[in-house]
């Protein structure tokens, strides 16, 4: 099992930045991709960003490409997200999660919120 925890939320004003913390414990040997989504009220959770744990590659939607910036320090088992530029639709409470083949997700953390005012 693999446990994941999020931090660094809060409140920020449109221009701004934030960067998201997920600490991962537990079999972490077992990860083979960490990533973020969020969800915001009425809506589908949407995948944000990810970044593949042996090579380190990438991916992110479209509508972050250029304002988020997804990576991660191994030794500590950590993921990053930094988010400049932030824009009021971009309030939604962020999701770290993981998965052990790049498929379906595995684990899930227990998500942070994000609010960005206008």
């Known amino acids: 099992q693999v446990q994941l925890v999020e931090s660094g939320g809060g409140l920020v004003q449109a221009g701004g930045s934030l960067r998201l913390s997920c600490a991962a414990s537990g079999r972490t040997v077992s990860i083979y991709r960490m990533g973020w989504f969020r969800r915001t009220p009425g809506k589908e959770r949407e995948f944000v960003a990810n970044?593949?744990?042996?090579?380190?590659?990438?991916y992110y939607a479209e509508s972050v490409k250029g304002r988020f910036t997804i990576s991660r320090d191994n030794v500590k088992n950590m993921v990053y997200l930094q988010m400049n530029s932030l824009k009021p639709e971009d309030t939604a409470v962020y999701y770290c999660a993981a998965d052990r083949n790049g498929g379906s997700i595995d684990w899930w953390g227990q998500g942070t919120q994000v609010t960005v005012s206008s």
């Open positions: 970044i593949i744990w042996r090579d380190d590659r990438t």
